[in-house]
């Protein structure tokens, strides 16, 4: 079974800092990987996906990586924003098929 | 990006009824939806996968005849929770994925509590 560790757990920052969020995963034969964003009572929201034959994937402030051979991806939000404070959740799929695989997330406070 | 829908957001139901909760996808087809939960401070645990026109696939754990899910179109799946109880108070999160869909995209939640 898929096992997914976020680190850190929780994470609080002044504005405008940069952070890096690092997810490792069990298997490593994935065929991608998704970074969402889940607020408070909320569901999920998509941030990136990046394919297995991908190493990176960038969609504005955000930028993905994934190591498949280590287990590993990290997001990195630059410039952070007191509206980028959310859970934050890689979701790398289950070894069987399609299904993802989530961790408890870092819950990110970006204070201004 | 693709839309899902959940429907109701928000649910409170008394023990021993049960409760619908639809999930659809808006712009594209779905030939597989998949239904999760996520109990407070947890993860989302993922309940079963439901493909069009075929019997949902439960995880070990849950259970088939309390969580009866239909997935009759490519559009609609349904998860109706039967003689709730407290203990299946959750928040309940559906997911599509489907043709010329690369990503899961996930419903916005709906908060059940059996009182």
């Known amino acids: 079974k898929q096992e997914v560790t976020q680190i850190p757990a929780a994470l609080s920052v002044p504005e405008g800092e940069n952070l890096v969020l690092n997810c490792s995963f069990t298997?490593?034969?994935?065929?991608?990987l998704q970074w969402f964003r889940q607020d408070p009572g909320k569901g999920l929201t998509s941030l990136l996906l990046?394919?297995?034959?991908?190493r990176e994937q960038t969609s504005g402030r955000l930028n993905a990586s994934l190591d498949k051979s280590s287990g590993r991806s990290t997001l990195y939000i630059a410039a952070s924003q007191p509206g980028d404070s959310a859970t934050y959740l890689c979701a790398p799929p289950s070894n069987s098929g399609y299904a993802l695989n989530f961790g408890k997330g870092t819950s990110l406070l970006v204070t201004p | 990006g693709a839309v899902v829908s959940q429907h109701p957001s928000r649910v409170i139901c008394k023990s021993g009824t049960s409760v619908k909760i639809e999930c659809r996808s808006l712009d594209f087809q779905a030939t597989t939806m998949f239904w999760y939960r996520q109990f407070p401070k947890k993860s989302l645990m993922l309940m079963a996968t439901s493909n069009e026109g075929s019997k949902a696939t439960y995880e070990q754990g849950v259970e088939k005849d309390k969580f009866l899910i239909n997935h009759a179109s490519l559009t609609l799946s349904t998860l109706t929770v039967t003689s709730a109880h407290p203990e299946d108070s959750s928040f309940y999160i559906c997911?599509?994925?489907?043709?010329?869909?690369?990503?899961?995209?996930f419903g916005p939640g709906t908060r059940l509590t059996v009182t």
């Open positions: 990046i394919q297995s034959s991908q």
């Open positions: 997911s599509a994925f489907g043709q010329g869909v690369y990503e899961q995209y």
């Open positions: 298997d490593s034969a994935i065929y991608n």
